[in-house]
C-alpha cells in the first residue's frame, strides 16, 4: 500500500481542524442556550424567521413530493396488486425518510442562508465588536437564539410537510387514480406505528440542530466582506445538504 501524501495528510488535518472548531463551537452555543430561553420573545421571533416565513415553500413542496409519490406509488403497487395499499406507502415514505429529509434540505436553502447571510452582515459591519466593547457576549445575543429557533422550527415544519404531502397523496390516489378511500386511511392508520413517527420526529429535531449550526457557525466565521459573506451562504447550502443525507443515513441504519 502506498503512504498517504502530504497533500492528503494536510486535507485530512485541516478537516478533522473544522469539525474540531464546530464542535467547540456547538459547545459554546449549548452553555449560552439557558440565558436565551430566559428571553422567550427574542426565541419565538427567530421561530417566526427560521419557520413561519418559510411555511409557504414547504407546504408548496409538500403537496408536489405527495401527489407524486401518489402516481408512483399506485404505478408500482399496481403491478402487484395492491393499489389499497398506497396510504401506507405514502405515510411510511414522508415520516421516515422523506419529510425529514426534504424539509431539511428546503429548510437549509432558505432559512439556513437567510440565518448566515444576517449574521456574517453583522459581523461585516462591525456590530459583534461593538457588542464585545459593551462586555455583550455575541454567541448569547444573537447566535444562541438563532440557533434555538431554527431547531423548534424545523420539526414543525417538518410536521406540515407530511401532512400537506398526504393530502396529495390522498388527492392523486384516491380522486384521480381511483383507490378506496376507506381503505387508503384504514391500513395507513393499522400499518403505520408509533416507532415510524418517533423516528421521523428524531430525524427532524438532529437535521434541524445540525442546518442550524451550520447556518450560524459559517455566519460567525465568515470574512468581514461582501464577498466572504456571499462564500459563507453558498457553505452553508452545501455542507448542510452533504451533512443531512449522511446523517439520514446513520440514523436510518440506527433505527433498522
Known amino acids: 500500500m502506498s503512504a498517504a501524501t502530504p497533500a492528503q495528510d494536510g486535507l485530512v488535518v485541516a478537516m478533522l481542524r473544522r469539525v474540531g472548531a464546530i464542535g467547540l463551537f456547538f459547545l459554546r452555543i449549548l452553555a449560552q442556550c439557558g440565558p436565551a430561553l430566559m428571553r422567550p420573545r427574542i426565541v419565538v421571533h427567530q421561530v417566526y424567521n427560521a419557520g413561519a416565513r418559510s411555511l409557504i415553500i414547504i407546504m408548496l413542496c409538500g403537496l408536489f413530493v405527495g401527489m407524486v409519490l401518489g402516481l408512483q406509488g399506485h404505478d408500482l403497487l399496481a403491478r402487484f396488486g395492491s393499489e389499497d395499499a398506497l396510504g401506507v406507502a405514502a405515510a411510511l415514505g414522508l415520516l421516515k425518510e422523506l419529510g425529514p429529509v426534504v424539509g431539511a434540505l428546503l429548510f437549509a436553502g432558505r432559512a439556513g442562508t437567510a440565518l448566515t447571510s444576517e449574521i456574517g452582515l453583522m459581523k461585516a459591519t462591525d456590530q459583534f465588536s461593538a457588542m464585545q466593547m459593551m462586555a455583550v457576549d455575541p454567541v448569547r445575543l444573537v447566535v444562541a437564539p438563532r440557533f434555538l429557533g431554527g431547531l ?60 442550524s449550526l451550520v447556518a450560524v457557525y459559517e455566519g460567525y466565521h465568515a470574512a468581514a466582506t461582501a464577498e466572504g459573506v456571499g462564500l459563507a451562504t453558498t457553505r452553508t447550502v452545501v455542507n448542510s445538504s452533504v451533512l443531512i443525507l449522511l446523517l439520514d443515513y446513520m440514523l436510518t441504519a440506527a433505527f433498522l
Open 152 to 211: 423548534i422550527a424545523l420539526p414543525l415544519l417538518v410536521a406540515i410537510f407530511n401532512v400537506v404531502g398526504l393530502f396529495g397523496a390522498q388527492l392523486i390516489g384516491v380522486q384521480v387514480m381511483g383507490v378506496d378511500t376507506g381503505a387508503f386511511w384504514s391500513q395507513m392508520q393499522g400499518a403505520v406505528e408509533l416507532d415510524d413517527v418517533v423516528e421521523g420526529i428524531i430525524k427532524s429535531v438532529v437535521f434541524g440542530a445540525a442546518c
